[in-house]
């Protein structure tokens, strides 16, 4: 029996929860509805008054989830460097903003924040008391074009290896080998001919060269720039690498773009992924975090959820 555990970002839900179509209560009762346990808030999308949100709402919102028997997980900060017009925030800003959330997060019932880059080495490792105080393991998401190897995420993670109160949320967006459906239709909206993008496909899954794809083809100026896009964003880290990530991962990102069915995708390679993960022992949550409202607010996303939850259990139950 696995200790992996099924999970969901509401975020996955953005374009019902900005249209309007859902509001907050809608959306846990529809990922419930849909077999979904574990929560994660993305906090300055859906938590009003963001940055600093009322203890009210905070503890409603802990009652809504008790409501439809649902377990908070992730509590997703963000740093807004943009805060001030002259300048960036500064150390001790980024330190405060970041304490404040993770208070935010316990008193709502979230055991992990997720924070980002803007929290350095140097500042995560400065969190640590206020980790230790809470209660609360303070993670940063291991985003596309990001892997282990860059320097930044050498010093993360010897920091993750040494305290049990840090980790890494690795993305899926890391192993993206290839281009999803909705990229490729955007693309030929955007005057891509759907030839000449057909062959860069063909020769990107061969692995010829960006510079000779470009060259051989005869692409315009516009599609040589998408196609050194593509090449750039559909270079995946080896999955192997979930070997260094996985013992210091208290939570994962299950990223995806367009299921068509509930069986495979075709952008991340989640026939090998999945199975790793399981044979590495890792226990807690996998969130289904669909993305593909990025290239087409129109797809039905219970479906897409529906889909991801199919592909889970084929290769986790």
Not at 33 to 56: M, N, R, W
Request: glycine share 4%.
């Amino acid at each position: 029996m696995s200790n992996i555990k099924l999970g969901v970002s509401l975020y996955s839900l953005s374009s019902d929860f900005i249209k309007g179509r859902l509001n907050i209560e809608e959306c846990l009762k529809t990922v419930a509805d849909l077999g979904f346990k574990g929560i994660e808030i993305v906090a300055a999308q859906t938590v009003p008054e963001y940055p600093h949100p009322s203890d009210e709402w905070l503890y409603s919102f802990r009652d809504l989830l008790d409501k439809y028997d649902l377990v908070p997980v992730c509590y997703s900060a963000y740093i807004d460097n943009g805060m001030r017009t002259e300048r960036d925030m500064n150390r001790e800003e980024i330190i405060q903003s970041t304490y404040n959330d993770m208070l935010y997060a316990k008193k709502a019932g979230f055991p992990i924040v997720r924070t980002q880059h803007s929290v350095s080495p140097e500042i995560l490792e400065a969190m640590l008391p206020a980790c230790e105080q809470l209660d609360i393991k303070l993670t940063v998401e291991m985003h596309h074009p990001h892997y282990p190897r860059v320097d930044v995420w050498e010093q993360y993670i010897e920091l993750m290896t040494k305290h049990t109160h840090l980790g890494v949320v690795p993305d899926f967006s890391i192993f993206q080998k290839k281009p999803h459906r909705l990229l490729v239709e955007r693309l030929v909206r955007a005057g891509f001919r759907e030839d000449k993008l057909n062959s860069v496909l063909e020769y990107h899954e061969s692995q010829v060269p960006v510079a000779e794809v470009i060259r051989e083809l005869s692409l315009t100026e516009e599609e040589a720039g998408y196609t050194e896009e593509l090449y750039e964003k559909f270079n995946p880290t080896p999955v192997e690498d979930l070997k260094t990530l996985i013992p210091i991962s208290p939570y994962i990102h299950g990223k995806f773009y367009i299921l068509d069915d509930g069986e495979h995708d075709p952008c991340i390679p989640y026939d090998e992924i999945l199975p790793m993960i399981k044979e590495l022992g890792y226990s807690g949550y996998i969130a289904a975090e669909y993305e593909g409202h990025h290239f087409d607010m129109s797809v039905d996303t219970p479906t897409q959820l529906r889909n991801y939850a199919s592909i889970f259990r084929k290769y986790i139950d």
